[in-house]
């Protein structure tokens, strides 16, 4: 019953992030969260990060090799940015499993993401959006500024970073959007893959839900919400050619603040 829920569950990630080109870490850790917060476990927003961070891995490795059949890939910049994102990383990590980080912690800061990501959401259907700029700052320290946030948010929030890496790049270091997407991929694989193996071997020896796991990522979980998140990433796609991408950007933007609330109140 727990593997048919959580294919379901990736399933619905899969559509949500095909329909949006957003890694599933935004809908897996939620996910997640109230999976495990419903078993009862000790720290499940650890829980939730660690084994979110693993499913955005797999689903990063597909986005950038997708990214580089399409002739949108950026190895430099994107290696900069992920190897400096795992150090951000590794001092988010710090934090999530210090006495400071309680679940109520946990759920203000992945909600305030939440609700930005709602934010950025309603202005795009509103065109309110930058997409290209005529310049472009870019420079070594610039680039491991950002993933050392990136990597940071991620730690702190189980996401591969790149809903704070891809603004900055673009807003503020003038990329253009197709290009901060594409180093925001390649950035998340080493950012997501130094996140889940600090959760896992660094992390102690908890109890989870399955017998397969190591640290604080439950493989038995997270494999089923990879599965389906592959099928439903296409169904995604499809379903996203089909419906004027405003309507789907306005329903996106009330779905994720309806998360957050629902987040909010789950500690109230």
């Known amino acids: 019953m727990l593997l048919l829920l959580l294919i379901l569950c990736g399933i619905l990630a899969g559509i949500i992030a095909g329909l949006f080109g957003l890694g599933g870490g935004i809908l897996f850790t939620p996910i997640l ?7 009862s ?6 829980w939730a990060i660690g084994t979110s961070l693993f499913c955005t891995f797999t689903a990063s490795v597909s986005s950038s090799v997708q990214q580089r059949k399409h002739r949108n890939f950026y190895w430099k ?9 795992s150090f ?14 309680t679940e109520q912690v946990f759920v203000a800061v992945f ?4 609700l930005v990501v709602a934010l950025l959401f309603y202005r795009k259907s ?5 997409k290209h700029t005529g310049s472009e700052k870019t420079g070594f320290l610039k680039f491991s500024a950002t993933g050392g946030f990136g990597g940071f948010v991620a730690a ?3 996401v591969g970073g790149g809903i704070v890496m891809v603004p900055v790049m ?21 950012i997501s893959l130094s996140g889940w193996l600090q959760f896992a071997f660094f992390a102690g020896s908890p109890d989870g839900i399955t017998g397969y796991r190591l640290g604080y990522v439950d493989f038995g979980t997270g494999l089923p919400l990879i599965l389906g998140a592959f099928a439903g990433g296409f169904m995604g796609v499809w379903i996203g050619k089909r419906i004027p991408q405003k309507f789907v950007q306005l329903g996106f933007s009330a779905l994720i603040a309806s998360i957050a609330i629902l987040m909010i109140r789950s500690i109230l």
């Open 41 to 46: 476990l000790a720290y499940p927003a650890t």
């Open 88 to 101: 951000g990383v590794y001092f988010g990590k710090k934090m999530v499993l210090s006495d400071f980080y």
């Open 77 to 85: 910049e994107g290696v900069i940015v992920g190897l400096l994102g």
């Open 111 to 114: 909600s305030i993401l939440l």
């Open 126 to 130: 509103k065109g309110d959006v930058v």
């Open 170 to 190: 673009n807003l503020l270091l003038k990329l253009k959007m197709t290009k901060a997407v594409s180093i925001s991929s390649l950035a998340i694989v080493f």
């Open 33 to 39: 969260y109230f999976l495990f917060t419903s078993y």
């Open 156 to 158: 702190l929030a189980g």
